[in-house]
């Protein structure tokens, strides 16, 4: 149901006509994510500047029994901003403000629309940062909501690992503070996680107070050759077992190299699959030792090459590379869409989801780009297709359930960092048995009246 004008009006009284747009431009860029899930446009969107004015907007939409939806960059690939039910989209995008960097304790407190590539910029006079990277220019805001994480989360873990402080505008307008500024504490309910990767369902988050880490002084990285994916597999695990601490560890398939060499200037790798090491550190004769260990194992698995004396600059662009392996796919493939496969295992089920992967794909004769943070056991596969062709995009759906399903039953999970949105929707049962139980009868107790991002997750 449309909102009301009456309430429109309101809505539009909280942050005044320039910051708020029923017009179809607007509303049409806040249909959809990077997902290939089909678009809905809200009625509405506001975009506050304050903790205050999201408050009085929820209040509003609570009243009035509006669907609210909240949305950072928009970057996400499973369709969790997309505003299902219409209603209000509260963009956080105006909320940008790097409110204190407390640099003693290795904190700052920031507004939800600030994009963790401008935090970094900003941290980096004061030789800090903020890890996880989604690659994408996501911002903090969403990035909590989504539990994201990245190529480093491997080393300095998930944006939910470095939450100190949240401030919550809960679906009845409450505003509420959970977490403590302290390194340690044991008391009460750990809320902030609650509220990491919750998906904007059971709040909207205004303020966010991080830990960060300081910006290493040294790191080394090395580029590894493999004749087949499954001795790169085994031998990320064996790398993790045997107990180094690399601060990335990436796997890429040989499609995907295939496609790097094909769209940057810098790189002729053999087209085979590929494993880029790295380690952060204070002490370059450590850490090459520590390389010297990667090489062995390396070596002892069949690598047919091992490049490291990697510098600054080659570092740079070769994360560039993969950084934009995504936007390289779509260059591939003009006016498809990507569906996006997000698992994650425990690590010595790697080799087993990566080969279940190529077998799937090779079984159906589809491309699937296999790559990920693998270091962390998780696994990506887009794979591209026209959503309205529906023979080929079933195929595709097969490959995808079947894949997430396999992940599931190895112990793993149907995201790895992507969230649930509504593409994942149909495995929280699958995964969580009768935990969802109580996720379901949280979400009841926060948001009543199911105003919050309705549609999504459950
Ligand atoms: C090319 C590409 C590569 C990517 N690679 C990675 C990767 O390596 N690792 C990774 O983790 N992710 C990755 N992502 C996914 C995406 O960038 C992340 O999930 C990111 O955290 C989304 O942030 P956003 O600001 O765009 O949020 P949005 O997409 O706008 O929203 C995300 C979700 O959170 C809700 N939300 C947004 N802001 C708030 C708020 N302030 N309070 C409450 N709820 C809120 C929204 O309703 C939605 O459900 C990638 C995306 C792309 C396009």
Known sequence: MPIPDSFLQRLQGVVGPKRFSTGISNLTLHSKDESFHAPHLPDAVAW????GEVSQLVRICNEGKIPVTPWGAGTSLEGNPIPVKGGLVIDLQQMNKILEIREDDLQVDVQAGVVFKDLNKKLKQYGLFFPPDPGASATIGGMVANNASGIRAIKYGATKDLIQQLTVVLADGEIIRPGTLSFKTSSGLDLCRLFAGSEGILGIITEITLRLTGIPPEFLSAVVSFATAKEASSTISQIIRSGLSPAALEFIGKDAVRLINK???EFNFPEAPLVFVEFHGT?????????????????????????????????AKLWDARYNLHDFILREYPGLEPMAIDTAVPISKLPKIVAFAEELCKERGIIGYIFGHAGSGNIHMPMMGNPNDKATWAVLEEINHKLVAFAISLGGTATGEHGVGIGKMQYMELEHGNSLKVMKKIKKLLDPRGILNPGKMF
């Open 48 to 51: 506050p500047k304050s903790t």
């Open 263 to 265: 769209y940057t200037e």
């Open 283 to 315: 002490n370059r004769e450590g850490m090459a030792a520590d390389l010297e260990l990667v090489r062995e194992i390396c070596e002892e698995n069949g690598a047919s090459r091992f490049e490291a004396g990697i510098g600054r600059q080659a570092r």
